[in-house]
């Protein structure tokens, strides 16, 4: 570990699932570390003031849920932003904000990552985070060792854009196979073959999938403790269709799982886990 007092000080913004584990990670490693949150989720020791939180922090981390989120913190901490401190986003975001944030930071003089992520829960909770990270170079290198702190892997890529367009088409992969995966486990159930039973196919075939051995089984149990929220893998799913929107393309697999996704939603499931989605064949 490097010596503390050598480290760039940070204020990680928004302490959900991954910001609060993230937020540990890092004051661990011996960075000086301020955090804010709109509320007392997983945690309680926070600045309630987002420009206080960012006031001395050479680096602001964003964990923050979405597009609002994203737009009003940097709205409320431009003042603290400038030339030797870099704005570091974590969350997924569209196309339209990416691009906001790029030209928002170049006018401030702010160094800019768009550093968005995959691994769920547990992930963070090991450190175990891979960013698909875009930006500067001289950024990019910078905070390399700042990113390692929360990750495995760091995936470098051509542009914050680039980053934001990986991130949202693998998560379309996520959300159709967990809607593929609950289609099957309804159809196994109805003709008496158990969660197990399927789970144990699946494993030597083609459509394996670390997925299908986290959501299979609990997605029979009725466990949809939140990994990864209902909420937040919708709003992928609309800034997903928003991508492809933009090329002229349609694509309706995911624009049927965005349907069922909303439908939870809007029966209030939207903070359980995504897999929730299983549901919709119980009323059926
Ligand atoms: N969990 C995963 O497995 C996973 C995996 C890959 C990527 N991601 C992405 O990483 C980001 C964080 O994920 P997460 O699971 O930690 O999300 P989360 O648990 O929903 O936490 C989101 C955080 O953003 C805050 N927030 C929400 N709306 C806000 C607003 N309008 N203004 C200010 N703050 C707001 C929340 O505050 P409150 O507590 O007050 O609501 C919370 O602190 C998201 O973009 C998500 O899509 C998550």
């Given at each position: 570990m490097s010596d503390a007092s050598s480290l760039p000080s940070v204020a990680v913004f928004g302490l959900g699932i991954i910001g609060s584990r993230a937020a540990d990670h890092i004051a661990a490693a011996g960075y000086p570390v301020t955090t804010w949150s709109?509320?007392?989720?997983?945690?309680?020791?926070?600045?309630?003031d987002p420009s206080t939180a960012a006031r001395n922090a050479d680096i602001v981390a964003c964990y923050l849920k979405d597009v609002p989120a994203v737009r009003y913190i940097l709205g409320n901490i431009r003042d603290s932003l400038g030339p030797g401190k870099t704005f570091v986003n974590h969350a997924t975001i569209d196309h339209a904000t990416t691009d906001y944030l790029v030209a928002e930071c170049a006018r401030l003089g702010c160094g800019f990552l768009n550093a968005p992520f995959t691994g769920s829960k547990i992930a963070a909770r090991n450190a175990a985070l891979v960013y698909y990270a875009g930006g500067d170079s001289e950024v990019m290198e910078r905070l390399r060792p700042f990113l390692e702190v929360t990750s495995t892997q760091i995936m470098e890529v051509s542009s914050p854009l680039a980053a934001t367009i990986l991130k949202l088409t693998t998560n379309l992969i996520t959300a159709s196979t967990v809607q593929a995966l609950a289609e099957g486990l309804t159809v196994n159930l109805a003709h008496g073959i158990s969660a197990e039973t399927y789970l144990e196919s699946i494993?030597?075939?083609?459509?394996?999938s670390v997925l299908a051995s986290m959501k299979v089984i609990s997605m029979a149990e009725g466990d949809?403790?939140?990994?990864?929220?209902l909420s937040n893998m919708l709003k992928d799913a609309r800034y997903m269709l928003d991508l492809a929107e933009r090329a002229g393309l349609e694509t309706p697999g995911i624009a049927n799982t965005a349907t069922q996704m909303q439908k939870r939603n809007d029966l209030g499931e939207g903070e359980f886990d995504f897999s929730i989605l299983f549901k919709q064949f119980e009323e059926a």
């Open positions: 709109r509320s007392p989720r997983e945690r309680t020791d926070f600045e309630t494993k030597p075939n083609a459509c394996a949809f403790d939140p990994h990864f929220s």
